[in-house]
Each structure stands twice: as C-alpha cells, then as structure tokens.
C-alpha cells in the first residue's frame, strides 16, 4: 500500500468479535537451544466498545499475549500457533506490510516502559505529530496541534511547553501520559495498553482511565494488561487471569473479582493492599499478606526452596559509625530549590523543599506527577545540586567534597529498572557491581551476597546469569531493590519501587523492606504513587504539589484527617478493587 495517500482502513463487521484469538502459543529461544513456552494456547475474544483486563504475577505471560499480538517480539521469540483475527485479517499469519499500516493506524499500542519506547532525540510533540503523518491522516501543522492537543488531553499540564521537550526532560508519569497520547492519536479501533497507569498518581490515573472510557463508549475496543486490580474493576468489562502462560479463570469483572472460581485468582485478591487496611488493623499496623512466592515463571523459587523472611547472611560491609545522638535524623534537607532549564522553557521542579528522616523510620513522600517527588530524591542522594539550600547526612554535607565517603551508606532503588541497570551486565553482576567498586568483599563472597540477594527478592539464584533485557519489568525492579540492599545501606531512597510489581510480589518486597529496617535500623525516604504503599510502610507522610510541601504529619492524621484540599483530592481518587459481595476472607 501506497504512503502516497491516506492509509486505507481495514473493514469490520459490526455483528463479529472486534479481535478473536483462537489457540495462541509463543515460544522463546534459550541459550542452550531448548524452547521456553512463555504463552500457551490462550484463546479469547474482544467485541468492539468492550474492554479486556489480563491479569497476573509477573512472568505469567501477560505481556507477551499482547506483544504476540503485533508480532513485537524480540528475536529470540517466535509465535509457534494460533490465530488472532482483526476484522478479516489474521495479525499472527499477515506481512510485514500489512502490519505496518495496522500498528499505530488500527491498533494503538501503550508500552509498560515508556522511555524504552520513545525515541530519545525527537521531542515528544513531533513523535505524536508522525504517527498522524505517516499514516498520511492530515498536514504536518494539524499533526502539530493535535499533538498538543493529545498531551492536553491526557493531563499533561502545559502542552504547547511540554511538546517541545525530549523524553528524558519529563517526568517518569509525564512520559507515560505521552505514550498513551501516542497510542491514541490516530483513533484506533484497538488499544492495547500494558500496564498503562503504572507510572501514573491515583488523580492523573482518573484523568486517563476517563479518558479512555470515552473512546471505549465510541466503539473502541481496549486490552488491558494490568498488575492493578482496582484499574481493571473502575475500567474493564472481561479479565482473563494468567498464570504460567496459560489461562486459569475468565469471565466478567463481577464474576472473577467478586467470585473467583480458582485459588490463583483469589491469591492475588488475598494479596492485594488498599488504603484503610492499616487502619482496620487491631493495632493500628499494617495487616500483612501471607508471604508469597511467585510460581509465574520456573526460574523463581518455589515455595519449597524459598529462604526464611526473618535472617539474611552475615555482613560483608562494616557498618559506617553511627551519630552519637542516636535521636537525631540521620537525614536533614534544609530550603532545597531546584529549577531546570530546557530548549522548552524553565521548570522550577523544587520549591523551598524541607524534611527530616529519622533513623529507623520511613518519610512517604507523595503527590502527582510532575510535583517534584523524584527531584527531591535525587537531591537527598546527591545525584542533583540544588541552587539553594542543603543535604546533611549524619551532619555531613552531601555537596562537600570531603564527605564522598559518605555516600555509600546511601543508596537508591530507580523508578525505572530498564533504565538504572546496566544492560551489558548480568543480573548477578549488576548486585556485585557497587560492592566491587567499593572493594567490599571477595569475589566469591560477592558472588554469595548476589544468590541471596535474589532468592530474598524472589527470584532464583541461577537468575544471577541472566540480564536485565531477559526479564520481565517487575523481575527487572526486584533484581534492583536487591542491587540497592547489596551493601546494606543505612538510608535508602525509593522512587516507586514497587510500581512495575505485581501485588503477590509487591507484598513481599514490602516486608522485606520492613523486615530489613527492624533488624537494622535503615531510614527510608519512600516514593510512590500508590498510596495504600505509602500508608503501609510509612511513619510520617509528605504531600508535594507544583515543587511545594503542602501538608506533613503522622501518617494516621494524613490519611484519616486531611487538612490540605489537594490531600483530599488525592484520597478521593482511590480506585477500590472490593467490591459489593467479594468472597475473599481478606475482605471481611
């Protein structure tokens, strides 16, 4: 087909399913020649103005159902049988050509990694702009607007501004808004959407998944691969329930979430945490899940050869010498300001910015994308110099050059893994990598640190030989907090860091991290968007918007008597996954 005129669309008929797959099965090639059956005879179909929720640990196959899809597979990946009809044509068995004037035209596809799918050196206004133009959909000037247009629509703030920055000058969920207004700007009669509201704070999530409830009621036809129970419930109609490849449980959203027919399904349910939980607990503490380990994949342990929560192996590091005033905040942030200067204009990420973070105790720090919580964590770990005021560790300051030796006792876990570890590395050699630098340890005792490590994040210590671009986004984030805990750091800094992790994951990580800074006294300044996350694990919470701190206190206050209207705001957006009549004993 011709680019010399518009794209031609593909016929559909209005009485037949929008997209029926029959028997899909995908196979992955290993290093020793065996094939790895990563998706295995899923079979499902999606009618138009419908939406499909596909739900599981990671590892279960989600991602690669979709990717399947569109034949977006990695060259080690190959669709071995099925079919997945789209109107009259066969997406598994059609040409390269015929695909390439679907993919973008027909079916809009929203990636779970948003930097990883945007081009870094065009700015992100006019890589919306050719997905019109190259379908040949309207002018290069009325590309422009509605790009602009697009971003607006799915909450960015100061599109025209924002149009002109690349990729890596916006925010984590700024990015993942600009992908989703990618995926849906040359109206599509498919949305294939794999963790869309990832990255995303519970009001721009709102904003969204509203958004995309419009184009659903055009007509529209949504798949959704999700780790989020309560998105799938306030968005989709249908789920399918993963696990090993394989489908376990389908049905309505009422049927599954409220009624699961199958243990799986109700695992994920048990494991789910939701604002209040906390509260409902007799001592005010977070009730937590059963402590689970993930069967989604056969690399991660099994139940039987999972490692007790409670020890971790002896210290390869010798603890740096604690403050003699052991009352004192081990962190002290004083009137920090940041401003950024782009092509784009000035953007005053950080406003007079103070906070403490005492030892053994975790600041959640929250707020919407864009609001400056990520600067404010690079600050604290000195990645950033501010323009004004201070970071003090342990009374040192981070921005003095003699106080370099400091900086080991502090440590970071990214918000995007794909990006923070260093993909020509193994995953066992990621973990080693900042105790090798620092001389800490033999090489085989690293090597040791680096198997624990892993099992503790759930995963297998044969993992250690695999590299990041093998594993799925959760797996890759879990061998990141691992990397982060490798040194055993007195104050660690989390920026979202369980936002790529499913809930059976997610819950595990997270007394992991509690666990951790019992026996040893970690202070945590903790970032994230989920805030039943932030409730759970945090002493004191912080509430940034537009750069400022406008609301701080106990953690009880803040989520059972806010005083700022933004804090309200915020809670109110919550999207619930119980829902009227839920079996699960965890919901009584």
């Known amino acids: 087909m011709s680019r010399a005129s518009r794209t031609a669309r593909i016929r559909l008929d209005e009485n037949a399913p929008l997209l029926d797959v029959a028997g899909l099965r995908t196979g992955f090639r290993r290093a020793d020649g065996d094939e790895f059956i990563a998706v295995d005879g899923v079979t499902f179909t999606l009618r138009q103005g419908r939406a499909l929720a596909i739900v599981g640990e990671s590892g279960s196959g989600k991602s690669v159902t979709v990717r399947s899809l569109l034949r977006l ?14 109107g009259g044509t066969d997406l598994v068995g059609a040409s390269d050509r015929t695909l390439r004037t679907i993919r973008g035209r027909e079916v809009g596809m929203v990636f779970q990694n948003a930097m990883e799918a945007l081009n870094p050196t065009i700015p992100v206004g006019r890589q919306l702009a050719e997905a019109l133009t190259w379908h040949r959909l309207c002018s290069r000037s009325e590309a422009r607007e509605r790009a602009v247009a697009t971003l607006g629509d799915v909450g960015i703030p100061d599109p025209e501004r924002r149009a002109r920055m690349y990729p890596f000058q916006l925010s984590g969920g700024m990015r993942q808004r ?3 207004a990618m995926a849906i700007i040359a109206g599509p009669r498919l949305v294939v959407a794999d963790e869309p509201t990832t990255a995303l704070d519970v009001t721009v999530q709102a904003q969204v998944l509203d958004l995309l409830a419009e184009i659903k009621d055009s007509g529209t036809g949504m798949i959704m691969v999700t780790h989020d129970l309560g998105v799938a419930r306030r968005f989709c109609d249908d789920v399918l329930v993963m696990n090993q490849g394989k489908v376990v449980e389908s049905g309505t959203i009422s049927e599954v ?6 243990p799986y399904t109700q695992m994920l349910l048990d494991a789910t945490l939701e604002v209040g939980d906390v509260a409902r607990a007799p001592d005010g503490s977070a009730t937590a899940p059963p402590r689970l380990v993930t069967a989604s994949a056969p690399q991660v342990a099994s139940d ?3 490692p007790s929560p409670t020890p971790m192996a002896a210290s390869l590091v010798t603890p740096a010498a604690a403050s003699d005033d052991a009352s004192a905040p081990i962190v002290v942030a004083e009137h920090l300001d940041k401003t950024f200067h782009s092509r784009g204009g000035d953007t005053h990420a950080v406003r007079d910015v103070s906070l403490t973070i005492e030892r053994g105790r975790t600041l959640g720090l929250v707020g919407e994308s864009g609001s400056g919580k990520s600067t404010v964590a ?10 004004s005021g201070r970071v003090l560790l342990d009374g040192h300051d981070l921005h003095d050059e003699t106080s370099n030796a400091q900086r080991r006792r502090m440590q970071m ?17 990621n973990i080693t990598e900042s105790l090798r630098l ?14 624990e490590l892993l099992r503790l994040v759930g995963l297998s210590p044969d993992d250690a030989r695999r590299y990041p671009q093998q594993f799925s986004g959760g797996q890759q984030q879990r061998i990141a907090i691992a990397r982060a805990l490798a040194p055993e750091p007195e104050v660690l800094v989390c920026d979202e860091p369980t936002s790529a992790l499913d809930v059976s994951i997610q819950a595990q990580i997270l007394d992991l991290l509690s666990e951790i800074q019992e026996r040893l006294g970690v202070a945590y300044l903790l970032i994230s968007h989920n805030l039943a996350v932030v409730e759970r694990m945090s002493d004191e919470v912080a509430v940034m918007k537009d750069g400022a701190i406008v609301e701080r206190g106990d953690r009880r206050a803040i989520f059972a008597t806010p005083q700022h209207p933004y804090t309200h705001q915020l809670l109110d957006a919550i999207l619930p996954v119980r829902g009227v009549g839920a079996t699960s004993a965890a919901f009584a």
């Open 304 to 306: 039987d050869d999972a």
């Open 378 to 387: 690079r600050l604290v770990m000195g990645l950033y110099e501010p323009d």
């Open 73 to 86: 597979l990695p060259r080690t990946g190959r669709i071995l049988d099925g079919q997945a009809r789209f």
């Open 413 to 429: 876990v990214f918000q995007n893994p794909y990006g923070s570890l260093l993909p020509h590395y193994t995953a066992g050699a």
């Open 438 to 451: 620092q001389d800490i340890g033999t090489p085989a005792e690293r090597t040791e640190r680096a198997a």
């Open 257 to 262: 979430l409220d009624a699961p027919r199958e």
């Open 178 to 180: 600009a992908m989703i």
